[in-house]
């Protein structure tokens, strides 16, 4: 049997690449517990930029289509921020987001409740917490839950 060698840096950058976008941050973070003498991390990842094989705009917009429709906007901005991402970019792909909270909320919500209107006030604060806790602004997680936040309320937002 031949003896199996550790893939070099590149391949386990090309691997974790092939699987999902990563951002910079991320990537080097995977990879750094791989480095062996003579390798060159920031060489590496320059050049899979420069190739377009790395890039964290590709990133941000994967997490934004993945997680928008479970997540309020601050979740998926934290976990835009958790990536390494700069807080250029978090914004630049949330913005869009908060015009559609509203209704992926309630997409959320009545998944999760069937759309009841809760009835007493330790339902309501149950259905509130849950929302809040996928990253629902306040205001939104308020007119899910009263039942408010039909189409023709959306232009009150």
Not at 101 to 129: C, D, I, N, Y
């Amino acid at each position: 049997m031949i003896p199996r060698t550790a893939p070099s840096l590149k391949a386990r950058a090309l691997g974790l690449l092939a699987r999902r976008e990563h951002s910079r941050h991320e990537l080097a973070a995977k990879l750094t517990r791989h480095l062996q003498e003579g390798d060159d991390l920031r060489a590496l990842l320059d050049a899979l930029q420069a190739s377009g094989l790395l890039s964290d705009e590709r990133a941000a917009a994967s997490v934004v289509h993945r997680r928008a429709p479970l997540l309020g906007t601050q979740r998926v901005a934290q976990e835009l921020r958790r990536k390494g991402l700069s807080e250029a970019l978090v914004r630049a792909s949330t913005t869009a987001l908060a015009d559609t909270e509203l209704q992926r909320a309630r997409a959320v919500w009545h998944k999760r409740f069937g759309g009841e209107v809760a009835t007493s006030p330790q339902e309501r604060a149950r259905q509130m917490r849950f929302l809040a806790a996928r990253g629902f602004s306040g205001e939104v997680v308020r007119r899910v839950v009263r039942g408010r936040g039909g189409a023709d309320d959306d232009q009150e937002l």
